[in-house]
């Protein structure tokens, strides 16, 4: 019995941080701040001033990510459908592919010649900022919807690039260097993880909702688990073939966006909520790892400041603006895709995790300097916020249609749309 009271204490301590977590939803909606910002920041200052609190171990954030990260891409997927990402495939391939190898580059550029960072490490550092967190990307949109095919674009994109920027970062560590033939070597990892990532979510999505509708289960509860169960499966199928597991969850669950299968309803509402919850439990276990200490040395604090200014007010607007313009969009639905305001005013947290420590390369940093690409995102998502409000009708923001808030589904186990 004497273990159930600190048991007991640490479960109400989590349970009313959780209530905070969820309640904050509608502080940072009068706010106009990003609420995964606001998770980071609370968590480093309470790692920061609580002694008792100490930051998981770097291999147990990587998985808590990871599982949290497969979660929202998936969810994201399922809220993409094949019927809109098919409208809008080709810029979200450009942008989501071109446009994350773009800013890599002139990240890196700006690390270099800025910050005397040599091309490897400047190029290590320029993907791992390159993409927009999808995480993000969502919360910025909230119960927003931007009119046209940008909505599609900026969802689809947001989830596409992470799966790139972590391919890329990934055959950039197993090259080593920039040589020539490491050159070949991480253009033939990066096509083979995305090959085998987009193939394993196109057959797995489809076995998936096979599985979905043949394969009827007792109880209604149990449908939504038996999908978050084959999402981790077809994930850790394509991670041990060396392809994209992100990619492929990703793909899978546009796949299963507007196909009916039994209880559709409750599984995308199942996947929604813990969407959001993979998104809380992330980035307070990232913010327990940031050491605000480190952040105000100038060495740290000055390239991350510049490099975050760089992107969000340079470098993301122009080279998506480039890589949009075959697109063909509207006057007034193209500056919500190439401004910082809806692009994911920050970097992906994820990539982070995938630079071990046991890295040559990561010996040109030093331990302080490991959380300084952190501080452009920062930056960014406490001005990029206000300014995606005022932008609102330049943008051409509108309401959510219902279909996208479940109404205009029907109340039967198949979810039909009416």
């Not at 007991?8 to 995964?36: D, G």
């Not at 979200?92 to 800013?103: H, K, N, S």
């Not at 340079?314 to 639905?333: E, M, S």
């Not at 690409?373 to 509108?398: D, M």
Request: net charge positive.
């Amino acid at each position: 019995m004497t273990d159930s009271v600190p048991f007991a204490q640490l479960l109400l301590v989590l349970s009313l941080v959780a209530v905070a977590a969820v309640l904050s939803n509608r502080l940072t909606a009068r706010l106009r701040i990003p609420t995964p910002a606001l998770f980071l920041t609370a968590a480093a200052i309470a790692a920061a001033f609580l002694p008792g609190l100490k930051a998981p171990r770097e291999r147990t954030v990587e998985r808590i990510v990871t599982v949290a990260l497969v979660c929202i891409l998936f969810d994201g997927g399922t809220h993409i459908g094949w019927r809109r990402f098919r409208q809008a495939a080709a810029p979200i391939v450009v942008v989501g592919v071109a446009g994350t190898f773009l800013t890599a580059a002139a990240a890196a550029a700006v690390a270099h010649f800025g910050f005397g960072f040599s091309w490897y490490i400047a190029l290590l550092l320029g993907t791992v900022i390159a993409p927009t967190d999808p995480a993000v990307v969502f919360s910025i949109l909230g119960q927003r919807e931007i009119a046209g095919r940008s909505s599609t674009i900026l969802e689809g994109e947001s989830g596409a690039n992470d799966p790139v920027g972590i391919a890329l970062l990934v055959s950039l560590l197993a090259a080593g260097s920039l040589s020539g033939g490491a050159g070949l070597h991480v253009v033939g990892q990066f096509i083979l993880q995305m090959g085998e990532g987009v193939a394993f979510g196109l057959l797995g999505g489809r076995a998936l909702l096979w599985f979905m509708r043949r394969v009827w289960l007792p109880s209604e509860g149990l449908y939504p688990l038996r999908t978050l169960a084959c999402a981790l499966v077809l994930y850790g199928a394509t991670a041990v073939a060396h392809g994209s597991g992100f990619l492929a969850v990703f793909v899978a669950g546009i796949v299963l966006g507007d196909e009916r299968a039994p209880f559709k309803r409750e599984i995308e509402r199942f996947h929604s909520a813990l969407a959001s919850l993979g998104e809380i439990v992330a980035f307070v276990v990232l913010g327990l790892t940031v050491h605000l200490l480190d952040l105000t040395q100038p060495d740290v604090w000055v390239p991350g400041l510049v490099l975050g200014l760089s992107l969000a007010l340079f470098i993301r607007p122009l080279l998506v603006g480039l890589c949009l313009i075959p697109a063909k969009l509207r006057a007034t639905n193209r500056p919500s895709c190439s401004s910082p305001a809806s692009r994911a005013p920050y970097p992906s947290c994820w990539e982070a995790f995938y630079w071990p420590r046991t890295s040559p390369a990561r010996s040109g940093f030093t331990a302080s300097s490991s959380s300084w690409w952190r501080s452009p995102s920062s930056s960014r998502a406490l001005w990029c916020q206000p300014l995606s409000g005022r932008c609102t009708f330049r943008c051409g923001f509108c309401s959510p249609s219902p279909g996208r808030s479940g109404s205009a589904w029907l109340r039967s186990p198949w979810g039909c749309c009416v």
